[in-house]
């Protein structure tokens, strides 16, 4: 009887609890289950800093993009890279029990790869950053949750960057509202898939003053185990370096600072400074390697420069060697090639277009209009090539 009554009290306990509409909540991801690839989308707008009008600005990109979230070395923090479709981000912690992510650091860049030629007086690159030294901290917070069997992160902040192009001497504030998501890909690449030799070119050389490097190189990838492949020939340097690979995503991440034997190295080897340098990554797509992140190598002082030679670039893509890509890629004008805005394809072939984390976003038959500003890969028939729409 004494049973009985419990069951029978616990039954209208359940029972009062539906009819007041209480419903359990799911436990938030592990801070393990948030690491992998993922698709960005949200509300994008720029303003002009000096006029307060709207303004377009050469971002990578804007929305429908691809981010990775990624351990830090914090414990319970993770770094979330790939605004805007530059490399760098932020880091922020995560309770488990609120399912929130905060981020609290002072200051961030997600990139800050320029150079001033002293011989010439021309500047390249750009630098854009986030700046909470006003308000104590960028006090950015996001919301995890699994939305249709995915897991999402949502912001509950808007996020302002500035912008500075120091070749054209626009400076903007790059503005995404409060809301924007990040959707998690289920995508699952092994490292034995991503082993092999590669062919790199770099999308935008920024500083060449360091002689020993180089934009266009062969590059080796290695399975190492245990969670590891090791890359050589990085910036045509000879010297394997052992990069941390996560098969849930597809995403091979390099150290934060490294030096090769003959003493170049990358990363903040002494240097305290406000905001981090995380370390660059690549995604493993198709036969490809592709990345948005900034790599900087740096060599001894060299007085005339009054600072380290240094060799750096943004982006890029590594083909596979006998993926079926590498030999055939066309230059423009090979069948393939750009008028009025529009990739256009001879002899009326089907074709299709990737960017360059090798997701498909369009495909038709002799031309393909729509499509904004950037770099593609254009597949049509036995021939790939890459085109840039301005």
Known sequence: MKNFTLNLRLAGGMLLALLLGVQSVAAAPAIEELYGRYRFSGEYSAVDMMTDEPIEVAVPNTTDYEMVVLPDTAANT??????????????????????????????????????????????????????GAATGGLGYTFTVKEQDGAIQIVASDPMEAMYMSYETGVMATLVYNAGYILTKEDVSVTAADAAGDYSFTSDDVINTTLADASEEFDLSVADAGDGKVTLDGLFGIEGAVVCDYYEDGGIIVLPDTFRYDNGLYWGQMTLEVMAPEYGPYFYVVDGRLTTPANFYLYGAFDEMLGGAATFSFIGGEAVKDGSGIAGTVAEEGEGIRVADGAICVEDGAAVAVYDLQGMKVAEGVSRIDGLKSGLYIVKAGDHTAKVVLK
């Not at 479709?85 to 320029?114: P, W």
């Open 78 to 131: 993770v770094r979330i890279l790939g605004f805007y479709g530059f490399g760098n981000g932020i880091a922020a912690t995560y309770d488990e029990a609120s399912g929130t992510l905060t981020c609290n650091q002072e200051a961030a860049f997600l990139s800050a790869n320029m150079y001033m030629d002293m011989t010439t007086g021309m500047a390249y690159g750009a630098q854009v950053s986030l700046d």
